[in-house]
């Protein structure tokens, strides 16, 4: 059964990301998950649904300079059933998983921050219904979920898994075949907005 303590080795990319209010250069709608390889972000619409790979997924605590192009530090968990205690008061807690995002590609979201992980704390009793070890959820965005601080606020997405189905091809080692979802839709550009999603955590 699925299970999730809520109390770097990090991954190669290309990573998936949730952005509550929008990237700087409008590139990316505010209340969008995106995949960023390189240089280049691609909004992607997970209401259409992606495979996580929840036997992939790694729980800990990163801290960030916020400079471009410097890597995050991260502090991994034992496994997503323990949760080591905070590293320090500038350290957020944050997921790391593989996922199936349509047309044969696959994303790691990597990510910290209080919508993150109230997202995948509010999915946890959905992935423990887990039906059998080789089945992993398909989950899709249906909504947002506003959230407010002492000092800031941030938007969170709302994740809820339409079925179970058997491991995509995408998510097998060494086979990078697609599997039975629509590609991801581009999502329409917003104005600039700031990129720090998570004023407090």
Partial sequence: MFALDTGSDGASGPFMAWSARGSQDG????????VR????????????????DITSMKTGWQRSEGIAGVAPEWKWNPS?????PSPGDDWKKGISVKVAIGGGNVATWEQAGAATWQAIVKLVPELQKQPAPNMLPLVKLVGTDAMQFKRGSTIAPVLEVAK??????????GNV????IEPAAPAPKAAPAPVD?????
């Fill in 197 to 201: 999603d998570d004023l407090e955590f």
């Fill in 164 to 173: 179970w189905i058997e491991r995509p091809d995408a998510l097998k080692d």
């Fill in 80 to 84: 997503p059933a323990q949760m080591m």
């Fill in 27 to 34: 590139e990316i709608s505010p209340k969008t998950f995106y």
């Fill in 37 to 52: 390889d390189g240089g280049n972000k691609t909004p992607i619409d997970v209401s259409k649904g992606v495979v996580l």
């Fill in 177 to 180: 075949a697609g599997f039975a």
